[in-house]
């Protein structure tokens, strides 16, 4: 996407390889600052993607195919394949929801399987190369299929990111209200701050005042006033798995939304890729929810001359922080994708596989 900084304009994605150091945009300090960082081998990548330098289902597959490429362009002959059969490893063990972290891994794997260590490099980085710039086209062709269920002046919830920075290069979620403003309709986005990380107040309020779409942030409790005030035509959220039955793991608080959308009659859309479909997961309750440090909820993290982490709770309080729910099948209207827009159910997903084995 193109975004000003200073007084030019250039286009991002939320990573790239040059040569072979990982580059990325360094999404724990946005919306503060702009930094790119440079990762230089597969373990320093693998530590952004844990981190959350880079985050987001689409953009951790992206940054886990650059950093297997490293793991293989780091082997030396006498080590093929087996280092860098650790080295992917050590990048699946990061974050354990995002669907497409898998995705991206298997996809390597299966290019350099049975290979010599030259041609095994060559593959590498060609086919992670080819993942990004497929997540690229996957996030414009939802973001077409999706720009039809936007009216002119449509009023829009999401939650959290799933904007370009979250999938290459328009997002998931996002991407139907991009591809709507090019469309000269007007969309106005409410925007959930998403507790306890914020991706919501600090990234999608970026986003979309980076592309002058008018929107506003809310307190992620606020989200039912709203919608019981008919104030909120439809949701669109992203997802990081979706179940074969149409269950979808996304955000931690998407449930809730959905429940009350149901609650007050406002259609409740899922928008992803199929690299996001678990083809071989039976229901929700399959899908493992990442745990996430205690810290993120006990303290809020703002900028003055730096990164500066504030206690907002009693020292001697605990804290608990799943940061994905499930949200059945039953609240979804539908499923997004860059294949069409389907319903949450097994045939329709079924359909789906087969069209992505082909
Ligand atoms: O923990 P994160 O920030 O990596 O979580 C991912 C998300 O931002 C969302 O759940 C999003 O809606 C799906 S990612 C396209």
């Given at each position: 996407m193109l975004v000003r900084v200073g007084n030019k304009k250039k286009w991002f994605t939320a990573s790239w390889l040059e040569g072979s150091a990982v580059h990325m945009i360094?999404?724990?300090?946005l919306l503060f600052r702009f930094k790119i960082v440079a990762l230089k081998t597969h373990k320093e990548t693998a530590e952004a993607i844990r981190n959350m330098t880079v985050r987001g289902a689409g953009s951790i597959g992206a940054a886990a195919a650059f950093a297997c490429a490293q793991a293989v362009l780091e082997c030396r002959q006498k080590d093929w394949p087996k280092k860098a059969l650790k080295g992917f490893e050590r990048i699946a063990?990061?974050?354990?929801?995002?669907?497409d972290l898998f995705f991206a891994i298997e996809r390597i794997k299966r290019a350099v399987d049975g290979k010599t260590l030259k041609e095994a490099k060559e593959l590498a980085v060609q086919e992670a190369k080819i993942i990004s710039r497929e997540y690229q086209v996957r996030g414009k062709r939802i973001g077409e299929h999706g720009?039809?269920?936007?009216?002119?002046?449509a009023r829009v919830l999401t939650h959290c990111n799933a904007g370009w920075l979250a999938l290459?290069?328009?997002?998931?979620?996002?991407a139907p209200i991009y591809i709507a403003k090019r469309q000269r309709k007007k969309v106005f986005v409410f925007v959930d701050?998403?507790?306890?990380?914020l991706q919501g107040a600090k990234l999608t309020a970026w986003e979309l005042a980076n592309e002058g779409i008018e929107h506003a942030i809310i307190a992620d409790n606020a989200a039912g006033f709203f919608m019981q005030h008919n104030e909120i035509d439809l949701c669109v959220v992203g997802a990081d798995r979706i179940a074969n039955n149409g269950d979808v793991a996304n955000k931690i608080g998407t449930y809730e939304k959905a429940v009350l959308a149901r609650e007050n009659g406002v259609p409740f859309y899922v928008a992803a890729p199929t690299?996001?479909?678990?083809?071989?997961?039976?229901?929700?309750?399959?899908i493992p929810i990442e745990e996430r440090s205690e810290q993120e909820v006990l303290l809020v993290t703002g900028y003055c001359r730096g990164l500066h982490n504030v206690r907002i709770?009693?020292?001697k309080s605990k804290a608990l922080n799943p940061a994905f729910d499930v949200t059945p099948?039953?609240?979804?209207k539908g499923i997004i994708t860059e294949h069409g827009i389907i319903k949450p159910k097994r045939s329709s997903i079924k359909k789906l596989a087969r069209k992505c084995r082909k």
């Open positions: 360094d999404q724990r300090l063990n990061t974050r354990p929801t995002a669907r720009s039809k269920l936007l009216k002119h002046r290459h290069d328009w997002g998931s979620a996002l701050e998403t507790r306890p990380r690299s996001t479909f678990d083809f071989n997961c039976r229901s929700g309750k399959h709770a009693p020292k099948a039953k609240y979804i």
